[in-house]
């Protein structure tokens, strides 16, 4: 079976950095596209970045600049580096993969960890 975990959500303060890690195990990884999605209280869920088989990147307009995604194919690891936080990136953040990009890009990929939370407050 598919699993995937994700891992180093907590509190961090305004300006801070934070990494954040999904292992996934029931798959042939580099075969995947993998990607974040975040969601915050009251609100849809959202795209953050996406990362296809080749390492090629796209990510959100509110996140250019400040987050950077990355896989590590050897470890089976998808990986969110996030830097300048801002209150507005409190959110429970959501690894995803497919073996297409296209359907990763809209949100409609295959399988879902159960994400980890992420506060930025002071």
Do not use: H
Request: a positive charge; one cysteine or more; aromatic letters at 10%.
């Amino acid at each position: 079976q598919v699993q995937l975990v994700e891992s180093g959500g907590g509190l961090v303060q305004p300006g801070g950095s934070l990494r954040l890690s999904c292992a996934a195990s029931g798959l042939t990884f580099g075969s995947y596209a993998m990607g974040w999605y975040r969601q915050a209280p009251g609100k849809e869920r959202e795209l953050v970045a996406v990362i296809s088989s080749g390492g090629s990147t796209y990510a959100a307009d509110s996140v250019k600049g400040r987050f950077t995604i990355s896989r590590d194919n050897a470890k089976n690891t998808l990986t969110l580096q996030m830097g300048s936080l801002k209150p507005e990136d409190t959110a429970v953040y959501y690894c995803t993969a497919d073996r297409l990009w296209s359907k990763v890009r809209v949100g409609k990929s295959d399988y879902w960890g159960q994400g980890t939370r992420v506060t930025v407050s002071s």
